[in-house]
């Protein structure tokens, strides 16, 4: 329960970063806010030679809106920054509705954007709010930089597309659609804790048609998950009870969730089936402005 | 490599400085170090919330942090709220509405009430449960903790109204 013997290094600048972790080879290890990284440490699942300290890299943490309406977030940005950020709630207020879900107060205050969707847990909510943001992940290495899109970047379980000795640095999030609809909805366990399922939806609605839909689930596969096929049912009709049906039924022919001993494969189908059902009535209704809480 | 590091911290109002291994969990230094033991270890993964603490006026979870990580920080541990002779206010409304039973869950308990009351509003008892999902209690079943926190809610919202009213005169 205590760690093995490691070097420990704390760059000030994201260049320092990037070269000691092309010095370190294959035994460095970037620490963020350490919430999932040091339980590994501590249980010897990982135990890396070097650690490099990015936790006081200045201006790796800012949240800043962009001229285009979208929004970068630095890397370090902890999870209660997101969690109380006023232009996060403006711009993304589905992003702000996830945000509570994350984790406990004492790990928010730790934990980094960066951190979580490098870690890529599938019951975890910023991969899936990446994937529904169309979020786009900037990674640097000694090699240069490279931008991947959230929708390539989780690979599989714990497992996402960032190559040796890169830094994820920045997320860029393109602006949402005028006045779109949104909603998320999960359940798990013990509030804060890992999903059992969960659900985001983005609607954008004119002339009570849909323009544009985003579906994600998390929880229920070894990534998080668009359901194109499901955005593809919704566009360009309105959520009448036989297209909402459909689109229900797509989802769950897209999702093959497995059984462990949170909750089995059927719970967490039938859990999606419900909270699908209604996260994407919620986002319709307010996208058509019948429900602007 | 050296082994260990020199570092800064200071700890519920007293400097220290010490040389620490990297691998040093932050808890460990606060109890074996420091020999600050209010501050308990359970899990040591993050999961029982019982190691929690204040870095920088954060709660924080003492097991998933280095030592040497918190060079230049300042921490507060449950030593820091009070003592037995004088207790906080918080941890008489613990007192009060018997809201620990074998104790060991109690000072990240206290940490993290300290921690949500100055960062929500808490305003029923939905919102405390939630704030307090993160620390195990093995004892009192919740019910006496959510009660401390309704007591010591009220006296912060008491005294804000106060403090409001002083200033508008």
């Known amino acids: ?293 | 490599m050296s082994d260990r590091i020199g570092i800064e911290v200071t700890v519920n109002g007293i400097h220290h400085l010490h040389e620490v291994e990297p691998r040093l969990l932050l808890s460990d230094f606060l109890r074996h170090t420091l020999m600050l033991t209010g501050t308990h270890v359970g899990c040591e993964h993050g999961v029982c919330g019982a190691c929690t603490i204040m870095l920088n006026g954060d709660s924080i979870r003492a097991c998933l942090m280095f030592a040497v990580q918190a060079d230049g920080c300042e921490i507060q541990t449950v030593e820091g709220l009070g003592s037995i002779e004088k207790m906080n206010s918080l941890q008489e409304a613990f007192h009060a509405c018997h809201a620990l039973q074998c104790g060991f869950c109690t000072p990240g308990m206290l940490m993290t009430c300290k921690d949500m009351l100055q960062k929500y509003p808490l305003q029923n008892d939905a919102q405390i449960r939630d704030g307090l999902s993160g620390n195990l209690c093995r004892c009192t079943g919740y019910t006496h903790i959510v009660e401390a926190v309704r007591l010591e809610r009220d006296r912060r919202d008491a005294k804000q109204v106060e403090n409001a009213a002083e200033q508008a005169q």
């Open chain 1, 1 to 293: 329960m205590k760690p093995p013997k490691f070097e420990y290094l704390r760059p000030a600048s994201i260049e320092e970063a990037v070269a000691a972790l092309a010095a370190a080879g294959d035994e460095g290890k970037i620490i963020a806010g350490g919430q999932s990284l040091v339980p590994m440490m501590n249980f010897r699942l990982l135990s890396p030679s070097v650690v490099i300290d990015i936790n006081r890299i200045p201006g790796l943490g800012d949240i800043q809106e962009q001229p285009d309406g979208g929004l970068k977030i630095g890397a370090l940005a902890r999870h209660h920054a997101l969690e109380t950020s006023e232009t996060v709630k403006k711009l993304y207020p589905v992003l702000h509705a996830a945000m509570q879900q994350v984790a406990h107060l004492a790990i928010r205050n730790r934990g980094t954007i960066g951190g979580s969707i490098t870690h890529a847990d599938p019951a975890a909510e910023l991969p899936m709010l990446m994937k529904l943001l169309d979020a786009r992940i900037k990674l640097v290495s000694s090699r240069g930089t490279r931008i991947v899109d959230a929708e390539d970047f989780f690979l599989g379980a714990l497992s996402a597309d960032v190559q040796e000795n890169e830094l994820v640095t920045e997320i860029y999030l393109p602006p949402l659609p005028q006045g779109a609809g949104w909603a998320f909805e999960e359940v798990a366990r013990r509030a804060g804790d890992f999903a059992l399922a969960a659900v985001g939806v983005i609607l954008q609605v004119e002339q009570g048609k849909v323009v544009e839909a985003r579906i994600g689930v998390m929880g229920v596969a070894d990534t998080p998950l668009r359901i194109n096929d499901a955005e593809t049912i919704l566009f360009n009709q309105a959520c009448d009870p036989a297209t909402l049906e459909q689109t229900v039924q797509a989802v769950l022919q897209a999702i093959e969730p497995s059984t462990d001993l949170h909750a089995s494969a059927e719970y967490r189908k039938h859990l999606t089936e419900v909270l699908i059902r209604r996260a994407i009535g919620l986002a319709w209704l307010r996208a058509t402005g019948e429900n602007n809480e």
